[in-house]
């Protein structure tokens, strides 16, 4: 059973830092894309950032310059390295990846995150 387990949210002050990891579970042949979303009460899911196991990785031009995204392949796990927060920055965290079990890779969630940001 593929599993995505999700840690480090919590409360930061504006202009503070945060580091999100989710760990990937289970039998699996290979993890191409990690990424990260976050979601609002009312709003969509909203891509934040991704990274492919070779490395290439794509922010969303809200969190350009203030949010890093690594992966380490040996541990299937992907960080999310958020800096200089803002309040808009507050929203629940979801870690996604694209496992591939057997020959084409599935879509997989991991539970969320809360990240609240205030003063």
């Known amino acids: 059973q593929v599993q995505l387990v999700e840690s480090g949210g919590g409360f930061v002050q504006p202009g503070g830092s945060l580091r999100l990891s989710c760990a990937a579970s289970?039998?699996?042949?290979?993890?191409?894309?990690m990424g990260w979303y976050r979601q609002n009460p009312g709003n969509q899911r909203e891509l934040v950032a991704t990274?492919?196991?070779?490395?290439?990785?794509d922010y969303a031009d809200t969190v350009k310059g203030r949010f890093t995204i690594s992966i380490d392949n040996a541990k299937n796990t992907v960080y999310l390295q958020l800096n200089n927060v803002k309040p808009e920055d507050t929203a629940v965290y979801y870690c996604?990846?694209?496992?591939?079990?057997?020959?084409?890779?599935?879509?997989?969630w991991g539970q969320g995150a809360q990240v609240t940001v205030s003063s």
């Open positions: 996604n990846a694209a496992i591939v079990e057997r020959f084409l890779p599935s879509s997989y």
């Open positions: 289970g039998e699996f042949r290979s993890i191409p894309v």
């Open positions: 990274i492919s196991s070779g490395g290439g990785t």
